[in-house]
């Protein structure tokens, strides 16, 4: 089985999200997507009720809509961020932690809470190190395709008015980093075992 068909087949395990009830909004890469879904599964069969978008979850509004609905709904109270260098320099994991603190959140309530599961090894759990050290000197130079940039433009003006002009894979860390500082919702620390941060994950459900 090549590694898409098994991301696939994993994904196809996971069952969609009750939003009639509370829930946990999930934010990734999908390059990361084997070791996310594994947990996600897990979790769930522990009776946990989680929002990811796997086809399960996907209401044909178009992706941008549907994400941003379910970060929106006022079930959902909070969010995992898995936390890797594929996800900090992720234009899509950008806006959606950026979301949490959009007008579309906070005017009618606090910005929704972000649990940071660390899948890179990050010093002491120390964040800002791990972005202004390691990420920083990776990708403070390297720019934004075109399309990332108009995507990122057509985020602005029609989503989330809070966040920056962005033109560097750095600039996307630290759109994610500002909002991780300002929650302080809990850190997972990084294992390679799957086991070992759902146990960490089913103690903040």
């Known amino acids: ?31 990361d997507g084997a070791a996310v879904y594994e947990d996600v599964i897990a979790l769930q069969e522990a009776g946990k009720n989680l929002w990811i978008d796997v086809q399960a979850n996907m209401t044909g509004d178009g992706y941008n809509s549907t994400i941003f609905n379910a970060i929106a709904d006022h079930n959902c109270k909070g969010m995992f961020f898995y936390l890797s260098e594929h996800s900090m320099t992720s234009a899509q994991s950008a806006k959606e932690v950026a979301y949490t603190k959009s007008h579309a959140i906070t005017d009618e309530r606090a910005a929704l809470p972000v649990v940071v599961v660390d899948l890179d090894e990050v010093t002491d759990l120390d964040i800002d190190k791990y972005v202004n050290g390691k990420l920083y000197a990776a990708f403070k130079d390297e720019g934004l395709s075109d399309d990332e940039e108009a995507r990122m433009k057509k985020y602005r003006e029609k989503y989330n008015n809070r966040v920056d002009h962005v033109t560097t894979k750095y600039n996307l860390c630290e759109i994610i980093l500002d909002v991780l500082k300002n929650q302080e919702a809990g850190q997972v620390p990084f294992t390679k075992e799957s086991a070992e941060r759902v146990a960490y994950l089913s103690k903040m459900l």
Do not use: F, G, H, W
Request: glycine content about 0%; proline content about 3%; charged content about 15%.
């Open 1 to 31: 089985m090549s590694e898409n068909e098994n991301l696939q087949a994993l994904a196809a395990q996971i069952k969609a999200c009750d939003t009639t009830q509370p829930y946990i909004y999930v934010s990734y890469s999908t390059r």
